[in-house]
């Protein structure tokens, strides 16, 4: 059985040629018209995060996919890549 790693033991050994899956807690204040007020858990967590995979990976392609639209555009921002949002969640 693999031993479970967290994100910052990963190296390029474990992850060239390998697809890995990002499970992040997006869940970020609204304001009244579904405008982001505080992205700190989207810039500290999942972008550091997201980076860091990519920074290792083979390809430096990102597929994300998000169900909630006011997150989509932000994480594009922050990532700047293009983020596409999944119409479901299965």
């Known amino acids: 059985m693999a ?3 967290s994100v910052g033991t990963l190296k390029e050994a474990d992850l060239k040629s390998k ?3 990002v499970r992040a807690d997006l869940n ?3 304001d009244d018209n579904f405008n982001i007020t505080d992205d700190t858990r989207i810039r ?3 972008v550091t995060t997201i980076k860091y995979l990519m920074g290792y990976g083979p390809s430096k392609r990102c ?3 998000i169900q909630f639209k ?3 555009l932000r994480l594009s921002e922050l990532l ?3 983020v596409m949002m999944a119409n479901d969640c299965i």
Do not use: I, Q
């Open 70 to 72: 006011p997150l989509v």
């Open 28 to 30: 970020v204040p609204l």
């Open 80 to 82: 700047g890549l293009r």
């Open 63 to 65: 597929h994300t996919n």
């Open 19 to 21: 697809k890995v899956l």
């Open 44 to 46: 500290v967590a999942a």
């Open 3 to 5: 031993t479970k790693k």
